[in-house]
């Protein structure tokens, strides 16, 4: 990894020059949540956000997104391709991002997220846990890949690390505004890790919680949540990885139509419907545990479903919480 | 297909011709408008196709043609939700759109030199139409069984077909047997002569009097949900191998490709996908992915 140090002073002209690679999407504070929006200046960006509604899956997967248009009985491939900057992405994302790759860039490759993947740029940014984060239980609390640039908060300045070829031309073509690390910078970074390592309040239990959950199929207390839960899929639209998605065809005028789909969630009842009215998951109980056992899937390859982001819980309308749900199914198997 | 192609272009088929089988199921046979797009497109029993009529929607629909038969594929499309109706009402002539084939398939090649019990529940006997086609076609099969539960004589699917098979498909290695639910005055054409082959009750009646080589059998099943456990059952108390009874399963899909998620099945120690892992299955997979059956 390449490690490189931007002072606060020339901050505001490093964030400036982004926009020579894209229009810059950043974290702004929507009355009482916080929302990745275009912005034009730094002073729009909330640094110490906590966590945005809606993850950056949204740049990616739109929640309504036209995939073909109908022209003369054929389909017509649209793709709207945006270059953007995405800027300050906390690592529990640029995670979510990676899982979603694994999923839309397996082949065959879904074009329309690889088109955007392609033209995005991820400057991620550090950040302090608050009481809904468990990233550091799942390992998707410091990303290693994943990003063009990502920055460090020092006391003076920034300490980027160059995650990729693209963030080290933009680091290059700015030369002039970093400075080589000293050894004050990587005490001072390590200093931030430590603290931060120390300001989470939620641990996930890990251990064995594949093949306890699989043991607890079924558990009272999925039952018990089962009344507890509204069915919204509030936490599938907010979730970094949840990626269902329903299709349909929709007229603009009488000659024309377009291919869209937009987010499902497995909390829906049409989820596991099919033609002749056979539903896979009639009930709540079922829904509810199958998103559980979906987030939860540990794959050798791509670890959890999982990042520990918090938003669930946080837009949760019925304060259900990831980690205490899983607790209390495991203490019900003990 | 090219490489660069867009995965959800859809590639126009034209319908040769329409055919009602029962009054709710209708086959369609079709073919690529695109002489290089029809030589391109090859299956496996037990995979399926995305149909799109455009402007409307899709729908995944398992192919019950067999691919030792080129130039064309059928599909045999149940009148069951807002799409199908839509299919039902096109004719000979129209364009529609397709995708595919999607899925793993029957291990046809796998399976090669062994009996085939093949047991079907209802419009379960479209996969299994293809596999049965693609066997008695290649002729690489020990000896195949068709077991086919229907609701009424009425409800049979690919009636001249499976009744010419009950009568002479024993020269050609196949035995035919039938089970119906609901006594109608049409059984008559059937209980004439066939009286050990065709009963009333259920598919799994058909097993008795049968009996099978179980180191060189594969069942393979295809019904509705509720048909399986009985199958199943039936199949394990002859002991055969749970790796040997291979399923074909249906879910909600939107993409075909693994995408959409919505046929998403399993606990935290087993995902599957229906689309990309199956949509065949064997009861081995159902017994280490909990929700597959």
Known sequence: MRYVKLPNE?????????????????????GKIYSFRKVETLSEVSLDYNRTMLPPKKFFIKPRDEMLKLKDNKWEECIEVEKIVLFGVHSCDIHGLQILDKVYLEEPVDPYYKKRRENSIIVGISCMPDEYCFCKSLGTDFAMSGFDLFLHELPDGWLVRVGSVKGHEIAWANEELFEEITEEDLKNFRAFEEKRAKAFKKKLNKEGLADMLDLAYDSPVWKKYEKICLGCGNCNMVCPTCRCYEVCDRWINAYEAVRERRYDSCFMASHGLVAGGHNFRPTRLDRFRHRYYCKNYFDPEAGFNCVGCGRCDEFCPAKI??????????EALE | MSENENTFQTHDVRILEVKDLT??????????????????FKYKPGQFVIVDI?????????????????????????KAGRMTRYMHELKEGDIIGIRGPYGNGFPMDMMEGSNLVLVAGGLGMAPLRSVLWYALDSGKYEHIYLFYGTKSYEDILFRDEITHLLKHGEAMNCTVKLAYEVESPSCIYLEKGYAPKVCKGVVTDLFRGEEFDITNTYALICGPPVMYKFVIKELLDRRLSPGRIYMTLERRMRCGVGKCGHCIVGTSTSIKYVCKDGPVFTYWDALSTRGLI
């Open chain 1, 10 to 30: 020339n901050f505001e002209e490093f964030f400036n020059s982004l926009k020579n690679w894209g229009n810059i999407y950043a974290p702004t504070k929507q």
């Open chain 1, 321 to 330: 919480e990831h980690v205490k749900v899983l607790d209390e199914v495991r």
């Open chain 2, 23 to 40: 009054p709710r199921e209708k086959l369609f046979t079709l073919r690529f408008t695109d002489p290089e797009v029809s030589r391109g």
């Open chain 2, 54 to 78: 455009r402007g409307f929607g899709e729908f995944p629909i398992s192919i019950c043609s067999t691919p030792t038969r080129e130039g064309y594929f059928q599909l045999c499309v149940r």
